[in-house]
Structures are given as C-alpha cells and as structure tokens.
C-alpha cells in the first residue's frame, strides 16, 4: 500500500455529504472510516480537521446531528443530510466535475484537444 495523503483542500466537505448520502446517519469516527476506507486507505483523514468541518456543515443546515449509541455501545453524535445539503452535494459535486475536467484538458496531449 502507498503512502496515505492528507484530504486534499477544500474537498472533504463535499466527502462527508457523500459519505452521509450513501451510508445514512453515522457518528464522526464512522464517517472519518469510511472515507478512508473508500479511497483505498489512502488518504488519511485528520479529526481535528474532520470535527470543525461538521459543526461548520450543520451550522450551515447541511447536516443535523442527534446524541445516540454506536455499535460499539458508546454514546455518539450521529450526523444526517439535510435537504439543503442535498442541494449543496448536487452543487459541488457538478462544481467538482467541471474542475476535474478542465484540468484534464490541460493534462491532455495537443492531440487530444479540438
């Protein structure tokens, strides 16, 4: 396995609304797993990163969080998508493609561009 990075800037909101539209409700070690686990464990997430960005979203209505269990039976702030962070995920996620593909534009051989 290579070398983990840090989540790249300006990126791991739009994570942590994926994270929570695919897998529901989930609590911020949860949610700080799965996103290393679905980038391969390759990126290495920072909590005192992770934990500012959520109360930042739920400031910003993006995400709700309620007190409940977790499956280790520890009590946890579990976090939820709102309808607005539904909105702000399609948001950046066309954001997000748009970026990646005017860099792959500049990436790309002279060949490949009209």
């Known amino acids: 396995m290579g070398d983990k990075t840090d989540v790249w800037q300006g990126t791991l909101a739009l ?28 990126l290495s997430l920072n909590y005192g990163t992770l ?9 910003e ?11 280790n039976n520890r009590k946890a702030k579990f976090y939820r998508l709102t309808r607005s962070g539904r909105a702000q995920l399609r948001k950046e996620t066309r ?16 060949e490949d561009l009209p």
């Open 61 to 71: 209505g993006s995400i709700t969080s309620e007190w409940g269990v977790s499956e």
């Open 51 to 59: 934990y500012p960005a959520l109360l930042r979203l739920e400031q």
């Open 15 to 42: 994570m942590v609304l994926k994270t929570l539209e695919t897998m529901g409700p989930l609590h911020g070690y949860g949610i700080a797993r799965r996103i290393e686990q679905t980038s391969g464990d390759l």
């Open 95 to 110: 954001e997000w493609e748009q970026a990646t593909a005017i860099l792959a534009r500049f990436l790309a051989t002279g």
